[in-house]
């Protein structure tokens, strides 16, 4: 029997080697288990140096340790870690080589003006599903403009973390000598209107106007308290000759006729000599602490309110709002989400970010907190006002604009034309349609 006992009783030489192959390509995929299930969960961070809007701030890091810090605590093993020292005006460039190296961060820190650009070349990942299937996430516990910042085309692709709105100050000290009462928060146009006529005048009688109503008060601004956008970012179209832009720049004619704002400095009015200004949140926190205050105000006191509505609107003001978003090629893309709604969305962080940056907190209850506003108060100097109820007015009736190459092409175009118009006495309507179809040609392009 040798030869066929043996071929009938003993494995093969086939058989032996695809035994051993077995056995490898196991232990392998167990070696590869054991060492990659060891390895430290790490998570990387675009993020700038500085503020995102332009204002002076001390330590520009400090929030995110102490967020990176505090998330380490409930997730044990987690590795945090960001570049730090990369200038505003070079992040851009800089969040595309990475994306050119294919060597995106997980996380980045998102202003408002790159946004559109990143999740329209697909850089940041949707967010719709991770929002649904976390219960901890609710769209309510937003300001609406802030949110709204974070969607293109209907998507999601990033949460908001610092928003700043649009106000308008008020030299309380320079009404109060004219006897004139300070506005309340749901003012219009004409209110606006008749108290810079008022108070518009030569004080010292040498012929020359060294008293003014209001400085910096833009065509946008009175768009936005009209109900005027004059730009749809979805569509891509410019829009000037409706209604409610038509009586937005007729308004203005009328302001420039009592005020020529032209003839008026910012300077004048940090000196005492203007009754109203417009002016971003963050200048206000930038500006307020001493020793700032000093060098930047002198000799009046102030409040702020909304921006004066029109006919077609309310007192709405332009939001800015800084976001964080997911990296599309990110492999922690759970634990990212799990540290951006942190971010975004943990009260104590958020009312910590409310006390020391130069944001708004963009959740309601934040703003609303009574140690978030005595933070705020103490900050004031001598008489003057912060309404918190002002600033909660404002997040809630504003509207979020992403401030986009197109949209700023739209506003340098518009310029000029607007300017004029405040000026002259050309019709309104038809200078408008013509701004709008020349607009619109150019965006074809």
């Not at 610092?162 to 000290?173: A, D, G, H």
């Not at 799990?338 to 130069?358: N, P, T, W």
Request: proline share 4%; charged share 20%.
């Amino acid at each position: 029997m040798g030869a066929s006992e043996s071929a009938a009783g003993t494995p093969g030489i086939t058989d032996m080697r695809r035994r051993w192959l077995i056995i490898a390509l196991t232990a392998a995929t167990v070696l590869s288990m054991l060492y990659f299930g060891s390895r430290t969960p790490v998570l990387r961070i675009a993020v700038f140096s500085g503020s995102n809007w332009d204002v002076p701030e001390a330590d520009s890091y400090s929030l995110l340790d102490e967020a990176i810090a505090a998330f380490a605590e409930t997730h044990p093993g987690v590795q945090i870690e960001y570049e730090s020292g990369i200038p505003k005006d070079e992040y851009e460039e800089w969040i595309a080589q990475c994306i050119l190296r294919d060597d995106l961060p997980d996380i980045l820190f998102v202003p408002s003006e790159y946004f559109s650009t990143l999740a329209s070349t697909h850089a940041l990942q949707p967010l719709d599903d991770f929002a649904r299937a976390d219960a901890a996430f609710q769209e309510e516990a937003y300001y609406p403009a802030s949110l709204q910042t974070c969607r293109q085309d209907g998507t999601l692709y990033a949460l908001p973390y610092l928003s700043v709105p649009e106000l308008i100050f008020v030299n309380k000290t320079l009404l109060q000598q004219e006897g004139i009462a300070i506005p309340d928060q749901d003012w219009t146009w004409d209110d606006f209107l008749r108290i810079v006529e008022k108070v518009t005048k030569d004080t010292d009688g040498d012929g020359v106007v060294d008293q003014y109503g209001t400085c910096g008060f833009s065509w946008q601004q009175a768009a936005y308290s009209n109900g005027a956008l004059f730009y749809d970012e979805q569509t891509d179209t410019a829009s000037f000759s409706d209604v409610s832009m038509i009586e937005a720049i007729t308004f203005l004619r009328e302001l420039y006729g009592v005020c020529d704002q032209d003839q008026v400095s910012t300077q004048q009015f940090d000196e005492g000599q203007v009754a109203f200004q417009p002016m971003n949140y963050s200048d206000y926190r930038a500006y307020m602490p001493y020793p700032w205050r000093v060098k930047k105000f002198s000799g009046f006191e102030w409040e702020c309110l909304p921006f004066p509505s029109g006919e077609q609107g309310v007192n709405t003001s332009a939001i800015d709002t800084l976001m964080v978003a997911m990296s599309a090629r990110s492999t922690q893309k759970k634990l990212a989400w799990e540290f951006m709604r942190y971010l975004s969305g943990d009260a104590e962080h958020q009312k910590q970010a409310a006390i020391v940056s130069q944001g708004v907190s963009v959740l309601p209850s934040i703003m609303q907190d009574e140690e978030v506003n005595a933070a705020l108060q103490a900050d004031i100097p001598g008489s003057s006002v912060f309404d918190m109820d002002v600033l909660d007015t404002v997040m809630r009736q504003g509207v979020s604009v992403r401030m986009t190459q197109e949209r700023e092409q739209i506003i340098q175009s518009a310029d000029g034309t607007l300017s004029a118009l405040v000026h002259n006495q050309q019709d309104i309507e038809n200078e408008l349609i013509r701004l709008e179809r020349g607009i619109n040609a150019y965006l074809k392009k």
